[in-house]
């Protein structure tokens, strides 16, 4: 009887060209190394006075260029890109939101704890969240570096589990995403600690409501992906064992009820089209289209709408936070400007919008007279 092996993995075959250059790659170089055994075995050379001949130059001429053909081709293909899926069990979910609902005006966090998958996709089995000394501010957060140790380590050693990433909370900011500054420190610690992949969640909220969305940095991308979250609809296995073995070390969020929405998932609604007002700018095409070109013209920003399905961006600025609101009344209408400076002060920001019919344009002459205002 022969075994019917399928694998369950979303990992990705390599393209066909990448194979054909390394495997005539694996041919020249098979072919180099016979003409060298032939000519040491003729006496005509030894391994420091090696003379190639027009041929073989034409082959290591051949084989660099195939180097090239196939790094140039694995940069198209991209192998490196962190995967687009992340994992987490509900109850790990459901905790995070307790402890985002817990602190819905400063930042909080905590640590992922885990295995990644075969195909890099971390897989969370159990989150923990802030320690008793850990320092909460409106614009970062940093861990109770002592409660870290004392809940992480016995988690790593005892459990087996590993440490694959960080969650914070953003809350009502407004910034769905890394900040720069996080996406920043995010790679450099990966690098320096060759830690080949992590998980970095950010949370948002509002009073009664949070959400979580994942990103997967590797260490060989420049590159974070927002991934789709998988989640499994049953209490992970490490929960309560985990819960009772340190119990007298582990903080719990005071929150009991999690309460999650727009969660980005594989099952989410938010892969359905958005609903709109028909009245609204946003609900033609063309519109659609022209607010994709202002977001490649303003970089790193990222769209979002407010329960009424009106839409905002979020412009992350060097040391500043802009969210630039469409209202109901847009064109005609001026888009309205918050900005959140570092040291979490708010201004609205007020210059002329002349709405001269070509949106792209006018949205350009605005927002540089915003920036000016900076
Ligand atoms: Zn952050």
Known sequence: MCLNLKLLTSAEVAKPEVENAMSKKRNLLRRLTERKQEKRKL???????????????????????????????????????????????????????????????????????????????????????????????????????????????????????????????????????PSGHDANTMLSTIRDKHLVQFLLCIGNCTNTSSTLNAFNFSEYSQHYVKAQWCIKEIESPFRKLIDNELAPFLVHPRTIQANIENVYSTESQQNLPPEYKE????????????????????????????????????????????????????????????????????????????NSGDLLNDFINFYSLVERYG
């Open 43 to 177: 006496g005509s050379v030894d391994k420091n006075d090696y003379d190639r001949t027009d041929k073989e130059d034409a082959l290591v001429n051949e084989t660099r260029d195939l180097n090239r053909v196939e790094s140039l081709n694995i940069n198209l293909t991209d192998n490196n890109l962190p995967a687009s899926i992340a994992i987490i069990y509900k109850s790990e979910l459901d905790y995070i939101s307790r402890c985002i609902l817990d602190s819905t005006n400063i930042e909080t966090g905590g640590q992922l704890f885990g295995f990644w998958t075969a195909d890099k996709v971390p897989v969370v089995l159990y989150a923990i969240g802030p320690g008793p000394h850990a320092n909460h501010q409106s614009a970062f957060f940093n861990q109770d570096v002592d409660y870290l140790t004392r809940v992480g380590r016995p988690i790593v050693e005892h459990f087996g589990l590993q440490h694959i990433g960080e969650w914070h909370s953003h809350h009502q900011l407004g910034l769905a995403q």
């Open 279 to 354: 009245s609204y700018w946003f609900s033609i095409k063309e519109n659609r289209q022209i607010l994709k070109q202002i977001m490649d013209t303003l970089g790193n920003c990222t769209i979002q709408q407010d329960r009424d399905g009106y839409v905002y961006l979020s412009k992350v600025g060097n040391n500043y936070i802009d969210t630039i609101f469409f209202p109901d009344g847009f064109p005609k209408q001026p888009p309205r400007i918050k900005r959140r400076c570092s040291d979490n002060s708010v201004c609205e920001i007020n210059v002329a919008w002349d």
